[in-house]
């Protein structure tokens, strides 16, 4: 039985960030209700199948919850809403402010209908500022933070888009722990409360080791890239240009690391990754590497040094070159030097180490038969977390929410006829 197996959920959301944390919370034994406009939540149309409303990117973030389809627009919905949100402990929500008032779905009005109410919002910025009234998504985000500039692969003029969805999925996986926290402070104190994330923010924390300024320290060095950036901006440097500009003048690829890289090897990529002394030497006894930096064959920052340097890490490739990625990795382990394979993602249900520990599981579609996904990144001895079936048919579940609500069959005819429930895809069918 699942940690949050007496916990009911209601998501009011759309795309990735908070239909992932529901599905967090769903895999941890929660009970979610998934509340769609009448042609279902538009992720469902990413990645099509033949079976319409059930794309591929849908089933990843909403496998394990129930669906039921609720007309917000309409002057009825806000008894629907209200029965749902007092039977529940959490809601999930992930609209612009403006739609979150329209709809009835504010904070303050659903505390009124359940006093201890755990209420989650994600909003792509921040609810303040210039942009809090906008809606977004994660390349917006991740553009904003600076994440973009660092990890953008381009044209040489522009960035394409990050993927995969980072901002989106961290997004979840925080929006989960969020909710997890505030059920814990009101099983402690019997009080709710509100709690907050955005794409933007999940972003920063994603490179929040490279966002820092000790101003006595980095103070003037920043400044002087901030010209440094405009002068290339100016000379009508392109992505690559400006992106190489920061990597020089802050050191991103430290020259001659042969210990903290991906190299290629003669049939893939492998990734070797040595941070201290100890493993530095664990390196060079595996490869017979000589550097010339730990030797002190040269006078230190000297050009005659540098270019031992790179020489060395021309070696080096040379080296992981000659050889099949099995074999390296097979040799680094018996050295203890810390590597692996560079798989690509289909690659990754085939990986010995990802099957061998639950990271990759087999799950049903009532459509288009197994499937597999990557489980959710959290492992528990006692409620272990386990993965729900494949996502819900629009509609799915709209009378056997609302009855265990305790709506009759003759109410339900009745909201059905005047629209305020019910999904159009299935009534097409």
Sequence with gaps: MGALSDIEVVEFAQALAVPYCGTVLADMGADVVKVEPPRGDTYRLQTPTSVPGQG????????GKRSICLDLTHPDATKIIDALVGNADVVLVSMKRSDVDRY??????LRSVKSDLIYLQNTPYGPDGPMGQDGGYDNVAMGLSG????????????PYW????LADVVTGMVSALAVVTAIRHRDQTGVGQQVRTSLFHTALGLISNMVYRFEELDGARMD???EVLAGVRESGGGFDDQQQAYI??????????VYFRHYRTSDGFLSVGCLSPKLNQRFRDATGLIDPRKERLYERGSAAEREAQALLVS????LFASRDTASWLEHLRQHGVPAGRVNFPHEIFDDPQAEANGFIATLDHSHHGSYRVATTPLQMDETPLVPGEGPPDIDEHTDEVLAELGMTPADLEQLRDSGVIGGWVKAQR
């Design 56 to 63: 591929r990117d849908f089933a990843i973030c909403n496998r």
């Design 104 to 109: 009835g779905l504010a904070y303050e009005r």
């Design 147 to 158: 994440l973009t500039a660092l990890m953008a692969n381009s044209d040489g003029n522009t």
């Design 162 to 165: 990050v993927r995969p969805a």
């Design 224 to 226: 002087a890239f901030t």
């Design 248 to 257: 020089d003048h802050f050191g991103g690829r430290p020259p001659g690391n």
């Design 315 to 318: 070696e080096a490739e040379d």
